[in-house]
């Protein structure tokens, strides 16, 4: 595949044109002293790295929140948050026509919890040496290649980084890089993800991880696929209160509490089944370490593999349940 060569400073001085010149913002993440947090920049980029290997949350999420119609924004994430917002733009909460996603190489990451709070730059020596260090949504992740969005950024054999465009959008991008275009090398320093087994759900091994759960719902506050305005779980409906519980509670007996949380998880997991990119900021944001990410990632890859979708992988696949086959999983097993 033809792409650029990245020389020392050309992809911050590209970036900063689209700040400078074109008023694009440009999110992905700045570096202090000890760690690297998501930013958005504007005007200029101060203290920008390209990679963040501690792991707080999913970048799409402040997407999210930041996108407002027109906004230019060149978004310069990991795998997993160009991903979502691949899926967001599917789902209609993204107008993707002056968005430039560009997805770069990951190592994985580390949680943001992780104590001793390791000095990011020591935290991605260790990921490269020892990927055993990452989170096990990274150590089990399906994409950590910057294959997905608009351009990628991705890291060769001899640690040199290219530019590669997969868009019309991605290859306007790749012009404001200095350097010629040539053949980018066939092998990188991150390869394809090693097929895995599915992951298979235990229910007492559910029931036993999901009692230690407060029903705090950070884990759906925190997810960038789920994103809806009105959830179910905001009404009365599912989590009734005042004189609905206390009816309850007098119809069905004695209750613990909180209650209806396997329901919630249950629903969620369905909800979020189909677009769900496996980057575990929902664990990351659970007070109670429940072990999310496996029972999400697990599921979802689950049923993506039976539709042979891959959420995030391209704005041209459809969501499976946005669509209808008559003759679709007649050979599914599971
Ligand atoms: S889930 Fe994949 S893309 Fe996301 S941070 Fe982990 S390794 Fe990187
Ligand atoms: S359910 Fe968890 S792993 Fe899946 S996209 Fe949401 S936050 Fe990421
Ligand atoms: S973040 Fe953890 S404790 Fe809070 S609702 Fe989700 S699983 Fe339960």
Redesign the pocket.
């Known amino acids: 595949m033809q792409g650029k060569k990245i020389k020392n400073g050309a992809l911050e001085s590209a970036l900063n044109t689209f700040l400078a010149e074109k008023e694009y913002l440009v999110m992905g993440f700045e570096k202090d002293a000890s760690n690297v947090y998501h930013r958005v920049f504007k005007d200029s980029l101060d203290n920008y790295a390209l990679m963040s290997p501690v792991f707080a949350t999913n970048g799409a999420l402040y997407l999210r929140r930041l996108f407002a119609k027109g906004a230019q924004i060149i978004l310069m994430l990991r795998p997993c948050e160009i991903r979502s917002y691949v899926e967001l733009v599917k789902l209609t909460q993204i107008e993707p026509e002056n968005i430039i996603a560009v997805s770069v190489d990951c190592f994985g990451t580390v949680s943001s919890k992780t104590e001793g709070d390791i000095p990011a730059g020591e935290a991605l020596k260790g990921l490269t040496k020892d990927a055993e260090k990452a989170r096990w949504a990274c150590a089990n992740c399906r994409e950590r290649r910057g294959v997905v969005g608009d351009a990628g950024i991705r890291i060769d054999a001899n640690g040199d980084y290219w530019a590669l465009p997969y868009t019309d959008k991605g290859q306007a991008f790749l012009s404001l890089l200095e350097g010629e275009t040539s053949e980018a090398p066939a092998q990188m320093a991150i390869g394809p993800a090693e097929p895995r087994p599915a992951f298979q759900i235990d229910m007492k091994e559910f029931t036993k991880d999901?009692s230690?759960?407060?029903?705090?719902?950070?884990?759906?506050d925190?997810c960038p696929v789920c994103y809806c305005v009105d959830c179910v779980f905001n009404g009365d409906e599912y989590l009734p209160k005042g004189d609905a519980l206390f009816n309850k509670v007098f119809r069905a007996g004695s209750t613990g509490m909180p209650r209806g949380?396997e329901l919630?998880?249950l629903i969620r997991m369905y909800h979020v089944s189909q677009t769900c990119v496996g980057c575990g900021a929902?664990e990351e944001?659970?007070?109670?370490g429940?072990p999310?990410t496996k029972y999400f990632k697990g599921v979802s890859e689950r049923l993506q593999g039976m539709f042979s979708y891959m959420s995030g992988r391209s704005k041209d696949e459809i969501i499976p349940y946005l669509t209808f086959i008559e003759e679709e999983l007649k050979d599914a097993e599971d």
């Open positions: 999901f230690k759960c407060i029903m705090c719902m950070n884990c759906r925190m949380k919630f998880h929902c944001a659970c007070p109670q429940i999310l």
